[in-house]
T-cell receptor
Framework: AAGVIQSPRHLIKEKRETATLKCYPI?????VYWYQQGPGQDPQFLIS???????DKGSIPDRFSAQQFSDYHSELNMSSLELGDSALYFC????????????FGSGTRLTVV | AQSVTQLGSHVSVSEGALVLLRCNYS??????LFWYVQYPNQGLQLLLK??????LVKGINGFEAEFKKSETSFHLTKPSAHMSDAAEYFC????????????FGSGTRLSIRP
């Protein structure tokens, strides 16, 4: 079965650079969620989209922005990167707001040097 | 306000012993409940979930959890630990009013002694 695809798997950036993370949801899933997991931390909710509109917002820095496109894939844009942005970024998708098919991708590991 | 609390940041059991990882939630309306496992440098793998119906939920790798509304708990158990069970375990909830975002507990690191 198709899963949530995240790219790239690993990314190394320097401070003050910009990074773009991509998430491709399970086919027919119309809701995408982004989470950030710092070293030794639990995943923290950043932002979500339903039918290409932002549906909820968590602890996402102003330097970050995200959007969902017409094919339901989503991109997380991170600017002016800081060392503290180094983390594992997960994307998850679901069908509407139903939790039954909630599925996580394998994550993108971002390292800021 | 913390929505899900995992008791014990580190649990160590002997191989073959019972595994019990504790999770309590705070919600007036029963939430959707999940247990995820994360191996080092890997992603989140769903072990099991409770949405509606039977309160005893069986998951992968021999794990199960029981939803107890009266105790607001969703503890994870496995009768006999295996070395391969060593990992970080996260209890998580989707609250009725949370627009489906998952809220994770702080995690419990499970170690298995030979």
């Amino acid at each position: 079965a198709a899963g949530v695809i995240q790219s790239p798997r690993h990314l190394i950036k320097e401070k003050r650079e910009t990074a773009t993370l991509k998430c491709y949801p399970i086919p027919r899933h119309d809701t995408v969620y982004w989470y950030q997991q710092g070293p030794g931390q639990d995943p923290q909710f950043l932002i979500s989209f339903y039918e290409k509109m932002q549906s909820d917002k968590g602890s996402i820095p102003d330097r970050f922005s995200a959007q969902q496109f017409s094919d339901y894939h989503s991109e997380l844009n991170m600017s002016s990167l800081e060392l503290g942005d180094s983390a594992l970024y997960f994307c998850a998708s679901s069908l509407g707001t139903q939790p039954y098919g909630y599925t996580f991708g394998s994550g993108t590991r971002l390292t800021v040097v | 306000a913390q929505s899900v609390t995992q008791l014990g940041s580190h649990v160590s059991v002997s191989e073959g012993a019972l595994v019990l990882l504790r999770c309590n939630y705070s919600s007036s309306v029963p939430p959707y409940l999940f247990w995820y496992v994360q191996y080092p440098n890997q992603g989140l793998q769903l072990l099991l979930k409770y949405t509606t119906g039977a309160t005893l939920v069986k998951g992968i790798n021999g794990f199960e959890a029981e939803f107890k509304k009266s105790e607001t708990s969703f503890h994870l158990t496995k009768p006999s630990a295996h070395m391969s069970d060593a990992a970080e375990y996260f209890c998580a909830v989707i609250l009725y009013s949370s627009a489906s975002k998952i809220i994770f507990g702080s995690g419990t690191r499970l170690s298995i002694r030979p």
